[in-house]
Antibody, heavy 112, light 112 residues
Framework: EVQLVESGGGLVQPGRSMKLSCAASGFTFSNYGMAWVRQAPTKGLEWVATISYDGSSTYYRDSVKGRFTISRDNAKSTLYLQMNSLRSEDTATYYC?????WGQGVMVTVSS | DIVMTQGALPNPVPSGESASITCQSSKSLLHSNGKTYLNWYLQRPGQSPQLLIYWMSTRASGVSDRFSGSGSGTDFTLKISSVEAEDVGVYYCQQFLEYPWTFGGGTKLELK
């Protein structure tokens, strides 16, 4: 059974950093591109970043470019999102996704 | 960026009736390879999004055949035949032809 389990969320002050993790199981992680998608409270879905199966290619939305870094450790079947210089508008539930499978999401709240 | 625009439903929808959700893209999602780079998702209340349809008209694994996708390069429809209680939630279309991936604003389905 495919499982994606996010962790690392919580409350963080503006300007600080946070790193999200997504532990994958039930499939050969190294064969798939992965992405992070977020959803602000009561809002719609917003794509954040994508990484290729081998980590050689990454893509970001403009509003996070230079602040967020998507990465992966295929040996550990884990996806990451390093978030720096966090802003209040980054407050959202962050989902790890293979597109056809989604994690349960992890909440990130940026507030002083 | 490609803008995705979704139509509204005449809620609530009577149980057993059919419902059609429209989505329009600001650029053709038809690739030269013949595939149309459009996904449909359902997000049930309190849950993560679930992939319903990919490549505009291919049902994802385990998805009921009551769901069908159709369209052209810029105009798309998700049809739900015989709406049931488990279909309640917000439906999103999403393009993955080019980055940034973009979602429609969502269409809420309520049951009568």
């Amino acid at each position: 059974e495919v499982q994606l389990v996010e962790s690392g969320g919580g409350l963080v002050q503006p300007g600080r950093s946070m790193k999200l993790s997504c532990a994958a199981s039930g499939f050969t992680f190294s064969n798939y591109g992965m992405a992070w998608v977020r959803q602000a409270p009561t809002k719609g879905l917003e794509w954040v970043a994508t990484i290729s199966y081998d980590g050689s290619s990454t893509y970001y939305r403009d509003s996070v470019k230079g602040r967020f870094t998507i990465s992966r450790d295929n040996a550990k079947s884990t996806l990451y999102l390093q978030m720096n210089s966090l802003r209040s508008e980054d407050t959202a539930t962050y989902y790890c996704t293979r597109v056809d499978y989604w994690g349960q999401g992890v909440m990130v709240t940026v507030s002083s | 960026d490609i803008v995705m625009t979704q139509g509204a439903l005449p809620n609530p929808v009577p149980s057993g009736e059919s419902a059609s959700i429209t989505c329009q893209s600001s650029k053709s999602l038809l690739h030269s390879n013949g595939k149309t780079y459009l996904n449909w998702y359902l997000q049930r209340p309190g849950q993560s999004p679930q992939l319903l349809i990919y490549w505009m008209s291919t049902r994802a694994s385990g998805v009921s055949d009551r769901f069908s996708g159709s369209g052209s390069g810029t105009d798309f429809t998700l049809k739900i035949s015989s709406v049931e209680a488990e279909d309640v939630g917000v439906y999103y279309c999403q393009q993955f032809l080019e980055y940034p991936w973009t979602f429609g604003g969502g269409t809420k389905l309520e049951l009568k």
